[in-house]
């Protein structure tokens, strides 16, 4: 008995220990947000107030001292993240997880864009302010690796702290700028569609524009299996632990349709969703400049921003900046290409990839003129014929540091517009807003115009000195519009109208949010900021309802069921709203995949129609493809002895939706919820282990919004009828120029992304119920909500 009492003694002290343990690890890892640290390389003391919801107000002397020090409280709450976003464009996540990501190493090592960013840094002016402030703030993150605590990820999967460098930045942007690119996706596709079924089965698709019927108007105020490209791209980003950028909204009222007479700009960038989430605020006052900004994790200059004097924001173009050519092997030497000029040599570079707890790959990687050959650097490209990939960002100068710089610190709307001018690509809706009642749509990108006999909407001919021919375009010409006489400007990744009568070339968005945005802007003059942000939250689709009727129009009435005439009626009386109690998005959803599943899946094969899925052009055709009684699609080619069509197709369509959605929702058609099967799960890469799910992932939660409305808090179909949100709004801002002070925005889970941090997801319930919060720029406001952390010269 004495035994045991002993032995439970030592357990429960053992326990006790663990435990204590535990409490000392927890408040020994949570960020330092108050007290006193040395700083070097700062000139005068400074000081940075957290607010109640961990923003960093950093109030220094001089710039370089504010972005030294924010480098510091950038790497504090998101030193992880940064390691993770600097791999990715080198290829050094395997080093990190191991073989299951030496694919996606082996593409990004393979497209160069490493070495692009030291070309870059070579020609970079370095008695520039963009390269001095950029320099600190790198010096920052370094200080705070010295220092500072170990992220618990870094523990957890062995890693050492290695010094960031400039070309950390540039690669981060790199990555940015190529997860923009729908090209990689779509070109092989359709490439796979016209040599395999025809081009008439390509009508549908509206390649020529015709599906952008919502566009943004310019103003000037003053034979290979091509498809397994897209297949494997499509994996490699899908399978990233970083979010890819996906789409957006943004939308700038000038005075004169807003109650107070002052612009009020709106921005919501659409994003993967990940843990942590995509930007960190953080809000720079020192006596010569002020900026309230949002950063990428590595980057000393925001995408995001505003002040007192004007404001900005991003959508994306998604333009064509990406080509694929088909080369020529030199039949008598594999050293070489064939080009209309005869043969070159090819130029050949190795890439060194380390994996953990194996050996290392060696990645040799062949160039031609157009880039690197992709047959070696994604699975499933068959043939003998070598595919090249050609893109604007790493065939043209890289101008990217200045840029972002430029954006930041631009002193009126010229100023701003010439800092667009810098960026080759990625291609990018820069919205402008300001306190002198000015307005601006801007797109960036080294635009071109191709020969007129070229569709670069497929893989082109990279031998014939024809398809490669590029007519680049002035900025002056870039889609624009600045102060327009109908008071009001917007982007949700639509097409813009033709410039010059070119309408320029890539992969829109259809027209559902961008249709919704205008009608609700056109008519009111007398906005205010509280509308925009409930505008932002906005649920309602206005093409879903014209689809349904069309929809409803072939069923057969008379053969229906009791469930299914119950969907009809709820279809019907259905304003194309996305509420989490509404049943008409899940049956209309259900219905939806079923249709392009019986039209698309027996031409295409499953990898195909999956790859389909994938793409903006699906989204685009909908609304036209199942109305049109001629469309090739509607037949069944599996099917020899008949053939179907539009009415036979979606009847089926629907009794599988209505079948599919009892067996897993249950018979009652009430029940069919849809906060049921929309839900939301910010996924932390470790948390895809079931025991740390816990601890690193936020949610899940039932949500509202839906693909293609404002709220577009976007999905994958698949079979299953869950409908999984694998992004969306990455911030919602609405600045008032009436009352800059109290301009609101909130993040979708919170600033930090240390798990031990208070500030990790204490954003996530308001961002889920259309909440918002103040981005303060009062200095009294906010000294009195805030912890004080000073930063004395070392």
């Given at each position: ?10 357990m ?19 960020p330092?947000?108050e ?6 390389n700062i000139q ?6 957290f ?6 107000h ?45 694919k996606?190493?082996?593409?990004f ?15 970079l ?7 001095r ?8 993150i ?10 618990i990820e ?20 790199g990555?940015?700028a190529?997860?923009?690119?729908m ?15 025809g081009a008439?089965y ?7 524009g ?30 990233s ?25 709106a921005?919501d ?15 720079i ?22 002040n ?15 080509d ?22 090819y130029?050949i ?12 790959v ?14 070696n650097l994604?699975d ?19 101008h990217?540091?200045e840029?972002?710089y430029?954006?930041s ?5 010229e100023?701003?517009?010439?800092g ?6 990625p291609?990018?809706?820069?919205m ?14 080294k ?7 070229v ?6 001919n ?6 490669d ?16 006489s ?23 968005l259809?027209?559902?949010r ?8 056109q ?19 206005s ?5 349904v ?8 009435s008379k053969v ?8 009809v009626?709820?279809?019907?009386k259905?304003?194309?709203s ?8 899940t ?14 899946l ?10 389909l899925?994938?793409t ?33 197709i ?35 890469p470790?948390?895809?282990v ?13 949500v ?7 709220n ?11 409908y ?17 002070e ?7 889970t919170g ?8 500030h990790y997801?204490?954003q996530?319930e ?29």
């Amino acid at each position: 008995m004495k035994n045991l009492k002993k032995f439970l003694l030592v357990m429960l002290v053992l326990v006790a220990f663990f435990v204590l343990a535990l409490i000392g690890y927890y408040f020994y890892s949570k960020p330092n947000y108050e007290g006193e640290l040395q700083l070097k390389n700062i000139q005068q003391e400074t000081t940075v107030y957290f607010d109640d919801f961990g923003v960093p107000h950093i109030y220094a002397n001089s710039q370089k001292d504010a972005i030294t020090t924010l480098g510091y409280v950038h790497a504090q709450d998101r030193l992880w993240q940064m390691e993770l976003l600097r791999r990715i464009a080198p290829g050094r996540l395997s080093a990190m997880f191991g073989s299951k990501l030496l694919k996606t190493d082996m593409f990004f090592a393979g497209l160069g864009i490493d070495e692009h960013s030291e070309k870059a840094i070579a020609k970079l002016d370095k008695n520039s302010e963009a390269y001095r402030l950029s320099m600190a703030y790198v010096d920052g993150i370094n200080q705070y690796l010295e220092e500072g605590k170990t992220p618990i990820e870094f523990q957890l999967l062995g890693l050492k702290k290695d010094k960031f460098t400039l070309k950390d930045v540039y690669n981060i942007f790199g990555y940015m700028a190529f997860s923009f690119a729908m090209a990689q996706k779509t070109d092989p596709l359709l490439t796979d569609i016209r040599n395999k079924l025809g081009a008439n089965y390509l009508k549908d698709f509206g390649l020529d524009g015709s599906l952008g019927t919502t566009q943004i108007k310019n103003f000037d105020g003053k034979a290979i299996e091509y498809s397994a490209i897209s297949t494997s791209i499509a994996s490699l980003l899908d399978n990233s632990p970083v979010p890819a950028f996906i789409g957006s909204n943004s939308w700038v009222i000038a005075p004169q349709k807003t109650k107070n007479g002052k612009v009020i700009f709106a921005n919501d960038p659409h994003i993967g969703f990940s843990q942590p989430c995509t930007w960190y605020e953080a809000h720079i006052v020192v006596p010569d400049y002020e900026m309230y900004g949002y950063y990428l994790a590595g980057t000393p200059f925001p995408l995001l921003a505003h002040n007192r004097d004007y404001a900005y924001g991003l959508t994306m173009f998604e333009n064509d900046d990406l080509d694929l050519f088909q080369e020529e092997d030199n039949p008598k030497s594999k050293k070489q290409y064939k080009t209309s000029a005869g043969f070159q040599d090819y130029i050949i570079r190795k890439e060194i990839i380390k994996v953990k707890d194996s050996s290392d790959v060696v990645l040799v990687v062949r160039e031609t003129q157009h880039g690197p050959i992709m047959n070696n650097l994604l699975d499933g490209i068959s043939g003998k014929n070598p595919v090249a990939m050609s893109w604007i960002y790493t065939q043209e100068n890289n101008h990217i540091l200045e840029a972002v710089y430029s954006l930041s610190h631009s002193k009126n709307l010229e100023d701003f517009r010439e800092g667009v001018s810098l960026i080759a690509a990625p291609g990018l809706n820069i919205m402008y807003g300001d306190a002198k009642g000015n307005i601006a749509w801007n797109t960036s990108g080294k635009l071109y115009k191709l020969d007129k006999s070229v569709n670069s909407n497929f893989i082109l001919n990279g031998t014939n000195g024809i398809d490669d021919k590029k007519e680049f375009l002035d900025f002056s010409t870039n889609p624009h519009a600045i102060n327009p006489s109908w008071n009001y400007i917007y982007s949700a990744n639509n097409q813009p109208e033709a410039v010059g009568g070119y309408l320029y070339p890539g992969y829109y968005l259809p027209q559902d949010r961008a249709k919704r945005i205008s009608d609700l802007l056109q008519p009111k003059n007398n906005w205010t900021k509280e509308e925009v942000g409930k505008m932002l939250n906005d649920n309602i689709s206005s093409i879903t309802p014209s689809i349904v009727g069309n929809l409803i129009t072939a069923l057969d009435s008379k053969v229906l069921s009791s469930n299914e005439k119950q969907a009809v009626s709820i279809l019907i009386k259905w304003n194309g709203s996305s509420n989490l109690k509404d049943i008409a998005p899940t049956i209309y959803q259900k219905w939806i995949y079923q249709y392009l599943k019986n039209t698309f899946l027996d031409e295409l094969g499953e990898a195909n129609f999956k790859m389909l899925l994938s793409t903006h052009i699906v989204k685009q055709m909908i609304e036209s493809q199942s109305k049109n009684e001629n469309s090739m699609w509607w037949d069944d080619v599996n099917t020899k002895d008949r053939k179907e069509s539009r009415v036979v197709i979606l009847n089926k369509s629907f009794r599988e939706a209505i079948v599919s959605l009892e067996n897993q929702l249950g018979k009652d058609v009430n029940s069919w919820a849809w906060n049921r099967v929309h839900t939301l799960e910010h996924q932390h890469p470790l948390g895809q282990v079931a025991a740390l799910r816990g601890v690193f992932n936020v949610g899940p939660f039932e949500v509202t919004g839906c693909t293609e409305v404002i709220n577009n808090l976007f999905f994958s179909f698949t079979d299953t009828g869950e409908y999984d949100v694998k992004g969306g709004p990455s911030t919602r801002r609405v600045i008032d120029f009436s009352d800059i002070e109290n301009s609101m925005s909130i993040l979708p889970t919170g600033q930090s992304g240390n798990p031990f941090s208070k500030h990790y997801n204490d954003q996530a319930e308001m961002y889920n119920t259309g909440k918002f919060r103040i981005m303060k720029m009062n200095k009294e406001e906010i000294m009195k909500t805030s912890t004080k952390l000073v930063f004395v010269p070392k």
